[in-house]
């Protein structure tokens, strides 16, 4: 059974940089796109990246410029990092692993973690 | 970027109804499509894939259709554990996108 377990600090000031992790549970690493995805309180779901096995990424335009995201293979980890976050970046984040045989679409998702910008 | 728009924004049902939800795409995404269910604290769970296609262990009662820009999901006799919000999400191109969410309520 494939389980995604995240971790990450919950409370940032502006201009820090959101870190999260999210480890894997189950199931083959490799040969999977592995996505960070948000959600605002109240709000709808914001797809923010993915990154592929190989390591290749594709970022949301719209975050492209703070946005990082890279995989350790030998702890069957990736990692989220946003940078010069802001209150509009309060949101709860979601790991996710894609569907097998679909590759950007999301069959398994970390339990989320809230992430508050604040000063 | 794909706009993914979805209706009604909330709908609200009885137990035994059915229930109908729509999702245009703001171009073709031939049938890259899926639906999920979200509950309060909870994450999403995946319940349609490729449009048409139920995930393994989703109740039968739960039925999505269409391709190109128009796709619906259908709850046929609608239970208690039902109430939710339910989104769309395309997998055509990136960014990848989602509809902004139908809230099904109790009546």
């Known amino acids: 059974q494939v389980q995604l377990q995240q971790w990450g600090a919950g409370l940032l000031k502006p201009s820090e940089t959101l870190s999260l992790t999210c480890a894997v549970y189950g199931g083959s690493f490799s040969g999977f796109h592995w996505s960070w995805i948000r959600q605002p309180a109240g709000k709808g779901l914001e797809w923010i990246g993915k990154?592929?096995?190989?390591?290749?990424?594709n970022y949301n335009p719209s975050l492209k410029s703070r946005v990082t995201i890279s995989l350790d293979t030998s702890k069957n980890q990736f990692s989220l990092k946003l940078s010069s976050v802001t209150a509009a970046d309060t949101a709860v984040y979601y790991c996710?692993?894609?569907?097998?045989?679909?590759?950007?679409?999301?069959?398994?998702w970390g339990q989320g973690t809230l992430v508050t910008v604040s000063s | 970027d794909i706009q993914m728009t979805q209706s009604p924004s909330s709908v609200s049902a009885s137990v035994g109804d059915r229930v109908t939800i729509t999702c245009r795409a703001s171009?073709?995404?031939?049938?890259?499509l899926a639906w999920y269910q979200q509950k309060p604290g909870k994450a999403p769970k995946l319940l349609i894939y490729?449009?048409?296609s139920l995930q393994s262990g989703v109740p039968s009662r739960f039925s999505g259709s269409g391709s190109g820009t128009d796709f619906t999901l259908t709850i046929f006799s609608l239970q208690p554990e039902d109430f939710a919000t339910y989104y769309c999400q395309q997998a055509n191109s990136f960014p990848l996108t989602f509809g902004g969410g139908t809230k099904v309520e109790i009546k």
């Open positions: 171009q073709g995404i031939s049938s890259w």
């Open positions: 990154i592929s096995h190989s390591g290749s990424t």
């Open positions: 490729a449009a048409s």
């Open positions: 996710a692993r894609a569907y097998s045989g679909y590759d950007y679409l999301f069959g398994y």
